[in-house]
């Protein structure tokens, strides 16, 4: 469930997107053998010579993922196998390459397949002291510590310039001889342009990125290629040369895409759901029609398309495809999950990661592959696990805030998502404790008083809201991890801090 949003219960059956030629991505994995990386320079591998044969046994674990019921379909097997072709990459769900949950609380260390098998600790660090080495989010002040976050660089100033025309910007883009298409669009990057926190992270990324040489990865398998060839002096992107470069501009302009995919997929929710307000004003659909809000955001995903194509690199144009396609799943999970579902702590994280953490998680991915990374190389793995706990720990704080801040404070109306049914991690926590709050959870508070009741046993219990924030910050230390195999810089420091922000904020 997106925290932004202010809603009540509906029952529209309009379209969430237009989304049918993407197929979902599948569970399989597909194993690499063991493969070793250098660091030295070496050109792009061509995108064609992918191959999807891979079907190795994993070595990492031999434990069975949990069976979470029914997933979200959006095509058949058969139309799924259809649209694959030896060219193809057989993506991964994030939740099937990065741990979700703890040990302790029976979460399980994914198999070592294609997406994840490149985590070296230091082959990206030979011979350069990193004074964060090991870092802790727990030895900071407002987690436990007495150390202070602002010793690290502050990540919204070090890219504020570079946002600064990011909302005029994205409104000609999305420009249209359509007055009222035109201005729906425009709606969200108007005055109220939110948080600004997923191109925030891009833009981050992209620096990060820079400062880190490109591996080369012996061998043809698929997973070793989807690099953008780098038409600047030496073939590769560093420090020095990266800013105004061509990588650079492709690079922020993926930014602009994801934040079009983001805001298309707040307008087609709040006609689903009846929003009445976002982002502390009144949601789009209310302020034209529905019919109105849904063309706006199917308009923002097209031009979004056009715009990830001229990009021109094929593989991050399926694994932005993949994103898309990802919130879809995320919104049919929310309204099909089973009673028993409803339940699962990983039911409810594999929705989060579909509905937030899949669009930030794919989108730094690409962002490597943009300056040069293969697919399956330490960077670009790095890149997508640090997307893929972030999200989740921003989800997860967001659901907290539901129900400890002012709807003042957050620009909507406290207990959003139990008006939706939905149960979080801090309820679900509480029904750990209080068995009486399972049924409740099961036919989704729909009957009167059981809100209140499920309130109720939250505010007294003694673990819940703790546990819920352990959760959040699991996810954080996990995405500190996945940073720290990337060498020290400006902005992988500042990314670090951003974590800290995010578990900490307020609003």
């Not at 959006?74 to 990459?89: D, F, G, N, R, Y």
């Not at 579902?341 to 929705?351: A, C, D, F, I, T």
Request: net charge negative.
């Amino acid at each position: 469930m997106n925290s932004e949003r202010t809603s009540k219960r509906g029952n529209y059956a309009v379209p969430l997107m237009i989304v049918a030629a993407f197929a979902l991505p599948t569970a399989e994995a597909f194993a690499p053998s063991q493969a070793s990386s250098r660091l030295v320079h070496t050109s792009s591998i061509n995108l064609l010579q992918m191959t999807a044969t891979l079907r190795e046994e994993s070595t990492t674990s031999s434990t069975s993922p949990k069976d979470l019921g029914a997933q979200p379909v959006v095509v058949s097997a058969e139309a799924e196998a259809l649209s694959h072709s030896e060219t193809t990459m057989k993506l991964v769900p994030s939740f099937d390459l990065f741990q979700m949950l703890s040990e302790e609380e029976g979460g399980i260390i994914p198999h070592t397949v294609a997406g994840n098998a490149m985590r070296d600790d230091t082959i990206l660090k030979v011979g350069i002291p990193d004074k964060l080495e090991g870092m802790k989010l727990k030895d900071f002040k407002g987690l436990g510590g007495k150390q202070k976050i602002e010793t690290l660089p502050d990540p919204f100033s070090m890219v504020e310039k570079e946002l600064q025309p990011f909302s005029d910007s994205i409104k000609e883009l999305v420009s249209t001889d359509q007055p009222i298409l035109s201005m729906a669009a425009k709606h969200f990057f108007e005055k109220r342009h939110g948080k600004r926190f997923r191109p925030t992270i891009i833009q981050l990324i992209a620096k990060a990125v820079a400062a880190c040489h490109p591996e080369e990865i012996e061998g043809d398998r698929w997973e070793y290629s989807g690099a953008s060839k780098i038409g600047m002096e030496g073939g590769k992107v560093t420090v020095g040369n990266h800013q105004g470069s061509d990588v650079w501009r492709k690079q922020a302009q993926l930014g602009q895409i994801v934040e079009m995919i983001h805001v298309a997929s707040l307008i087609h929710d709040d006609v689903l759901d009846e929003a009445d307000t976002r982002r502390g004003g009144e949601a789009v659909h209310k302020l034209y029609s529905n019919k109105v809000a849904v063309l706006a955001g199917d308009y923002l995903l097209a031009r979004a398309s056009v715009l990830l194509a001229r990009l021109e690199n094929t593989a991050v144009v399926q694994i932005m495809a993949t994103a898309l396609e990802s919130l879809v799943a995320g919104e049919i999970m929310q309204l099909k999950s089973s009673p028993d579902e409803l339940l699962q702590m990983e039911s409810y994280l594999r929705k989060s990661y579909y509905k937030t953490a899949s669009l930030i998680c794919y989108a730094c991915r690409s962002v490597a592959l943009l300056g040069g990374h293969a697919y399956g190389s330490t960077v670009a793995t790095a890149c997508e696990e640090f997307g893929f706990h972030m999200g989740l720990a921003f989800q997860i704080q967001d659901d907290i805030l539901d129900f400890t801040a002012a709807a003042s404070i957050l620009g909507k109306p406290a207990l959003a998502d139990m008006s939706l049914g939905l149960s979080t991690a801090p309820i679900l926590y509480a029904a750990q404790e209080f068995p009486h709050l399972r049924p409740l959870v099961k036919r989704r508070f729909k009957e009167q008083g059981d809100k209140q009741t499920a309130l109720e046993a939250l505010y007294s219990s003694d673990t819940a809201m703790d546990k819920a924030k352990d959760l959040a910050q699991f996810h954080a230390q996990k995405a500190v991890d996945a940073l720290l195999r990337l060498p020290p810089s400006e902005a992988r420091d500042a990314l670090l801090r951003l974590t800290y922000v995010v578990i900490t904020r307020k609003k």
